[in-house]
């Protein structure tokens, strides 16, 4: 199982840069009502399907769940946010 926290980590960061990442984290996955490891497992599932057409830059990798509101701005609506950097695309025959 892939390590939620060294996905969004960068060696250069200070130990309080990370400290704070990790806590919208988890402030994060309390409102959405997500756990951290079924966002590693959607995650998982996504970068396998991307990896079937393209090769992946962990390096920027950032897969996040986020809380916004809905169009008529009533309900808050989860969100699944996802930057995932593309080396190249695979050729496929069809």
Do not use: Q
């Not at 994060?28 to 998982?44: E, G, Y």
């Amino acid at each position: 199982m892939l390590d939620l926290f060294k996905v969004f980590s960068n060696e250069s960061k200070t130990s309080k840069s990370v400290a704070k990442e990790r806590l919208k984290l988890v402030l994060v996955h309390d409102r959405v009502d997500c756990s951290p490891k079924l966002l590693d497992l959607i995650k998982t599932d996504i970068l396998k399907v991307i990896a079937n057409y393209a090769e992946i830059e962990e390096d920027g990798l950032e897969i996040k769940m986020s809380k916004s509101r809905g169009e008529n701005g009533d309900l808050p609506v989860s969100a699944l946010v996802a930057n995932i950097p593309l080396r190249n695309i695979k050729e496929r025959k069809m």
